[in-house]
């Protein structure tokens, strides 16, 4: 056997609210920020207007076909599904003072329904979406009142479902709102970095005020934050280059040095000075950002590289992260490197530095399928990057990190975050539907979704 995984390992699948379920006003669920991002994540706020219609609205219309895609999952094998809540359809517009019943009891419905299979659910609080109404009401994370609301909005949901969720997430890519405001914080993207910082400072507040609470009304729960593992090496062995890449990475990991360690890291403080930031930091903030999670866990897609030239990076401007490419790497249809080897060497970057359990919840190849004329779905591609980050996963856990599971990134085809498509697809599980909304909605099983579930019942003993 090549690679030995913990018998309690999760695997699994990551899926994010606004990704798969539609139903974007039912129920009285409120308008979000992902609501306003018709076309994708890196853009600011598009007003919708009476009547429009959005690829997200209807989504893969998870809201009503849910028990159908979780007994697929089941029969993979999953040990856990990765799914988000919607904090708009708890409350609507984010400062209500109480909760809406029938969001609450959507979410109860599919609990149930993963618990018939014995799936655990890992629950992310916030995955790109905050009620657009505390943005209008309050500039969203740029104001304290917000903090407040985040943490009525956990302590309901960790209320209510303290009995069938024990694995949690605050927010999904905290440190993206660097590069995605307005999805990450609710602020454009012209914004001052003085607000944005200040914004984020809230945000970590509220991240850390909702492990805080998970532990005082859950015991026994891991809350665990979620970061993009964003892995950048240096373009040439030029110390320069290093010293470049070692900042570039700072930018990324100080979210999690705070989530983890429960403080700014010394480092911040030079590159707050420089961009002439000073951010408001209240006594009580520093107590309660003492709150630090039980786990890490990222997303892994891709690795880059970092330069002091400014010709090449003038060429990097405009690709998610502002990465220079890696001539040593191929890339996706989209332009994302694969470097399966950056995943076992960012697991122990990342358990090195904070000695924490870590979950990878995210990972996965956006790709177009086929559908050849016996109806198959011959996706070797998306196999064949899956085993190649499993087995550094593999490697990591024989380095002796500690990994508590894997759930790959849309293991039932959804809208993708950057681009708002449907065809940039990550599934085990095709879903008939097309960028222009067409389409019957049918489920169909692709090859992968065969192979995931050998790799399951093998527990990673078939991986190549
Ligand atoms: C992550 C997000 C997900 C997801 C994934 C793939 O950044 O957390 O929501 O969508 O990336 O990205 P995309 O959908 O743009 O291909």
Same mark, same amino acid.
């Given at each position: 056997? $090549?690679?030995? +995984?913990?018998?309690?390992?999760? !695997? ?6 606004? =990704? ?5 006003? %039912? ?51 999953? $040990? ?5 809540? %919607? !904090? ?69 949901? @960790? ?6 969720? $024990?694995?949690?997430?605050? +927010?999904?890519?905290?440190?993206? %709102? ?11 993207? =012209? ?29 026994? %729960? ?36 705070? =989530? ?37 866990? @990222? ?34 249809? !989209? ?85 708002? =498509? ?5 599934? +085990? ?36």
């Amino acid at each position: 056997m $090549k690679y030995v +995984f913990p018998d309690n390992f999760l !695997w699994g699948g990551a899926t994010a609210a606004n =990704q798969i379920e539609g139903a974007y006003l %039912a129920d009285g669920k409120g308008l979000s920020t992902a609501d306003m991002l018709p076309n994708g994540i890196f853009g600011d706020r598009v007003e919708r207007k009476e009547g429009d219609h959005a690829l997200k609205d209807l989504a893969i219309d998870f809201y009503h076909r849910y028990p159908e895609d979780i007994a697929l999952f089941a029969e993979m094998g999953f $040990k856990c599904l990765r799914i988000s809540i %919607a !904090w708009t359809r708890i409350f609507p517009m984010g400062d209500e003072d109480i909760p809406n019943e029938a969001g609450l009891a959507f979410y109860d419905r599919v609990l149930d329904e993963m618990a018939k299979y014995g799936i655990e659910p890992l629950v992310t609080l916030s995955h790109y979406e905050m009620p657009y109404g505390l943005v209008t009401r309050y500039g969203g994370w740029a104001d304290r009142a917000t903090i407040d609301c985040f943490e009525r909005y956990a302590r309901t949901v @960790f209320e209510r479902y303290r009995h069938k969720v $024990k694995y949690w997430l605050t +927010f999904n890519e905290i440190n993206c %709102a660097l590069h995605a405001p307005f999805n990450g914080i609710g602020l454009s993207a =012209q914004s001052s970095k003085q607000d944005i910082y200040q914004a984020i400072h809230h945000q970590l507040v509220a991240s850390a005020r909702a492990v805080r609470a998970c532990h005082e009304l859950i015991p026994g %729960a891991r809350i665990g934050n979620m970061i993009i593992g964003a892995l950048m090496y240096p373009l040439s062995s030029r110390p320069a280059d290093v010293l470049k890449s070692q900042w570039k990475n700072r930018e990324w990991l100080y979210f999690s040095d705070v =989530q983890a360690r429960g403080a700014y890291p010394a480092y911040m403080g030079r590159l707050f000075r420089e961009l002439g930031v000073t951010l408001d930091i209240t006594p009580q903030d520093r107590i309660d950002l003492g709150h630090t999670v039980d786990f890490i866990s @990222f997303s892994y897609y891709m690795t880059g590289c970092v330069t002091t030239d400014e010709q090449l990076n003038q060429q990097a401007r405009g690709n998610i992260l502002s990465m220079v490419p890696n001539p040593h790497l191929p890339s996706s249809e !989209w332009g994302w490197q694969i470097d399966p080897i950056g995943l076992r060497i960012i697991l122990n970057e990342l358990y090195d530095r904070y000695q924490k359990p870590l979950f990878v919840v995210e990972n996965g190849l956006g790709a177009k399928d086929i559908i050849d004329k016996e109806g198959a779905i011959n996706d070797d591609y998306r196999i064949s990057y899956l085993n190649d980050h499993l087995a550094q996963i593999g490697e990591a856990l024989q380095d002796g990190v500690e990994v508590m599971g894997y759930t790959s990134w849309g293991p039932i085809d959804l809208i993708s975050a950057s681009t708002a =498509q449907m065809s940039k697809r990550y599934g +085990f599980i095709y879903v008939d539907r097309d960028d222009a909304g067409k389409g019957s909605l049918a489920r169909r099983r692709k090859k992968s979704f065969y192979w995931y579930a050998d790799i399951i019942k093998s527990n990673g003993a078939h991986l190549k």
